[in-house]
Nanobody, 123 residues
Framework: QVQLVESGGGLVQAGGSLRLSCAAS????????MAWFRQAPGKERDVVAG????????YYADSVKGRFTISRDNVKNTMYLQMNNLKPEDTAVYYC????????????????WGQGTPVTVSS
């Protein structure tokens, strides 16, 4: 069974930075991808950034391009999201997830989810 544990969320002022981590345990077969999603109150869960585990190819939502950087450590089985120049509209619960098919933008492909870590950006 795959387990994902996020950490690194918190309260930060606009313009500040946070680094989220997602530690994965268990074994995942195939050419999978991992991604960060976020969900603000009353809104849908949307993909923020994703990375294919084998090649390291990345995807970013337009709203975070140039501000967020996704990366992974194959040895530690950990994914990161460096978030810079945070804005109040980045406030949400952030989740990491695994797409067993590697289709980063296809929500139904995600089979494993973390419990989420809250990020609050004050103005």
């Amino acid at each position: 069974q795959v387990q994902l544990v996020e950490s690194g969320g918190g309260l930060v002022q606009a313009g500040g930075s946070l680094r989220l981590s997602c530690a994965a345990s268990g074994h995942i077969f195939g050419d999978y991808a991992m991604a960060w999603f976020r969900q603000a109150p009353g809104k849908e869960r949307d993909v923020v950034a994703g990375i294919t585990w084998s090649s390291g190819s990345t995807y970013y939502a337009d709203s975070v391009k140039g501000r967020f950087t996704i990366s992974r450590d194959n040895v530690k089985n950990t994914m990161y999201l460096q978030m810079n120049n945070l804005k109040p509209e980045d406030t949400a619960v952030y989740y990491c997830a695994v797409s067993v098919s590697g289709a980063i933008k296809y929500l139904p492909s995600y089979a494993y989810w973390g419990q989420g870590t809250p990020v609050t950006v004050s103005s």
